[in-house]
């Protein structure tokens, strides 16, 4: 079945240090993978898809398909990046047409 | 940016009722439309997907009796949620793309159900 694992629920770290929220995914076909964030009381909207290998407000995530993951990553994190993070899937095996199938999140908490 | 409107965005209704959620693409045509629930604290649970003009792709587990969708045009897409009962008290969320692929996929800003 095709699915998102976020292990971390919950990500506290130090202004100025690294960040690395998890993500790993289960996927018969080629996968293509997106990084969702939620800022307090906003919606969601899009950080970064693996397909543009760009890289947003400082983060970056690179597709491992030998691990199955795509880890998104900042150097030095900023007490703005405080927010919640889904890694998802878009998924086009299941059903004949095409979804997005989310991760359960994570917290990310950037304390200064 | 390209926005999407939900309402209402909260409504509190007694067991037995129906209510009506609306999601509204303001500035593009939204072929295809998402609807998602949200429990506390867990990730977005994907209940159907709608096209426009046809009818809507329920995921496994969903009543499409008790949610039924509409999406009648290229702006507007409905949720209701009918004879609600407390369980169905959720977050839903509705999501919006055109043609032009996942980047222009864009997020309402959710409703919050309670029903008493």
């Known amino acids: 079945a095709q699915r998102v694992t976020q292990p971390e629920k919950l990500l506290s770290v130090f202004k100025g240090a690294p960040v690395e929220l998890k993500c790993n995914y289960s996927?018969?076909?080629?996968?293509?993978l997106f990084w969702y964030v939620q800022y307090s009381r906003q919606r969601l909207q899009l950080l970064l898809r693996h397909i543009s290998r760009e890289s947003i407000k400082g983060f970056t995530a690179d597709l491992n398909k030998g691990e199955t993951s795509f880890h998104l990553k900042k150097p030095f994190a900023q007490e703005e990046d405080s927010a919640m993070y889904y890694c998802?899937?878009?998924?086009?095996?299941?059903?004949?047409?095409?979804?997005?199938?989310f991760g359960a999140g994570t917290r990310l908490a950037v304390h200064p | 940016g390209a926005v999407v409107s939900q309402h209402p965005s909260r409504v509190i209704c007694k067991s037995g009722t129906s209510v009506k959620i609306e999601c509204r693409s303001l500035d593009f045509q939204a072929t295809t439309m998402f609807w998602y629930r949200q429990f506390p604290k867990q990730s977005l649970m994907l209940m159907a997907t709608?096209?426009?003009?046809?009818?809507?792709?329920?995921e496994q587990g969903v009543e499409k009796d008790k949610f039924l969708i509409n999406h009648a045009s290229l702006t507007l897409s409905t949720l209701t949620v009918t004879s609600a009962h407390p369980e169905d008290s959720s977050f839903y969320i509705c999501?919006?793309?055109?043609?032009?692929?996942?980047?222009?996929?864009?997020f309402g800003s959710g409703t919050q159900l309670s029903v008493l």
């Open positions: 999501s919006a793309r055109d043609s032009r692929g996942w980047e222009k996929l864009f």
């Open positions: 998802a899937l878009s998924d086009s095996l299941s059903g004949g047409y095409n979804k997005l199938i």
């Open positions: 996927y018969s076909g080629s996968p293509e």
């Open positions: 709608s096209n426009e003009g046809s009818k809507a792709t329920y």
